[in-house]
């Protein structure tokens, strides 16, 4: 499970829906200015939707993946 975290920038609420492996599903509203941080396997797909007049439009379009840390190589 990978850490992650959303800040809904816009002036409007928009749904968040995470799709993972085995079967893993996450669904949330998130209100403007508001960050959300949760846990998700690697490599789910994050799918960022926001509330139009006419319906759902799909806004943003993520990959949950772990952060890359480089460790310094020793010097012999």
Do not use: H
């Not at 993972?20 to 209100?31: D, K, S, V, Y």
């Not at 960050?35 to 139009?52: K, R, Y």
């Amino acid at each position: 499970m990978v850490d992650f975290s959303y800040k809904n920038i816009t002036s409007s609420m928009v749904v968040l829906k995470c799709i993972g492996p085995n079967r893993f599903f996450l669904e949330r509203a998130i209100f403007p200015q508001e960050v959300f941080s949760s846990m998700a396997p690697e490599g789910s797909q994050l799918e960022i939707w926001g509330i139009e007049s006419y319906g759902p439009n799909l806004e943003e379009r993520l990959r949950v993946t772990a952060p890359f840390i480089a460790e310094d190589p020793v010097a012999a």
